[in-house]
C-alpha cells in the first residue's frame, strides 16, 4: 500500500481523485483548508467501502504550516504519490485586477505546490518511486480571458514541473500536470451553459470529475513510469 496526499480534495475534482486512488489501494491523506467536514465526509466514504484515508486540514500557502503537518506524520507513512490539486479563481480584467486577487491566486495554485511538494521530495527519493502530479487547467495552457492571475499560476506549475522532472528522472519520480477544460462539478454547474459548452468544446459535452481521476490514477500507477514532465490536455479536444 502506498500513501497519496491530494491537496484541495474538498472540491469536486479533489474528492473524485481521492475515491479512485483509494480503490486502487492507496492510503489517501484528503486535505482541505477551511473544509474540514467536508474532507471527513470523503474520509468516511472511504472507509466504508473498505479504503484507507485520513483527513489533514492546513493552510497549503503558508510553509512551516504545512511543514508541521507532514513532518507529524508516522514515519513509516511515507507519501510517495503527490497530487496536487488545490487551486482557487478570482477572475477579472487585468486592467480591473487588484494586487490582493493576483497574490492570492499565485499563492495557492503556485506557492502551494511549492510549499506541499518540497517537504516530502527527499523522503520520496530515498524510495526511489513516486508520482507528483499537479492540476493545471486549459487556462493555463490556451490563456482565458479575465483569468490573467490563474494562468499565470497554471503555466508556472508547467516550468516547475519540467524542471522538477529532470532533477527526479533518476530516483523513480515522475512528475506531470494534468490540464482539464470544463469539468462538471458542484461549483460549475451554474457557469457553463449547454449551449456555451457546444460551442467551444469539439466534443460537445462537459468532463466529468471521474474522467480527470482516471487519468490521475493512471499517472499514479507503475504503468506510467516512462511518462514525466508532460502538460497531458484532458479538454474535450479544445487545444
Partial sequence: MKYALVTGASG???????????????????????????????????????????????????????????????????IQIIVNNAGIHSDAPMAGMNPEQWHE????????????????????????????????????????????????AKSGLHGASKSLAIELASRGVTVNCVAPGIITTPMTEEVFDKNMIKSIVPMQRAGRAEEVAALVDFLASDDAGYISGQVININGAMA
Fill in 105 to 152: 491566486v499565485i499563492d495557492v495554485s503556485l506557492h502551494g505546490f511549492f510549499n506541499v511538494t518540497q517537504p516530502l521530495l527527499l523522503p520520496m527519493m530515498r524510495t526511489r518511486w513516486g508520482r507528483i502530479i499537479s492540476l493545471s487547467s486549459v487556462a493555463g495552457v490556451m490563456g482565458n480571458r479575465g483569468q490573467a492571475n490563474y494562468a499565470a
Fill in 12 to 78: 469536486g475534482i479533489g474528492e473524485a481523485i481521492c475515491y479512485r486512488l483509494a480503490q486502487a489501494g492507496h492510503f489517501v491523506y484528503v486535505h482541505a483548508n477551511k473544509n474540514r467536514d467536508k474532507a471527513q465526509l470523503v474520509v468516511d466514504h472511504i472507509q466504508s467501502s473498505g479504503g484507507h484515508a485520513q483527513a489533514l486540514v492546513f493552510d497549503i500557502t503558508q510553509y512551516q504550516a504545512v511543514n508541521d503537518v507532514l513532518c507529524d506524520l508516522p514515519e513509516d507513512h511515507i
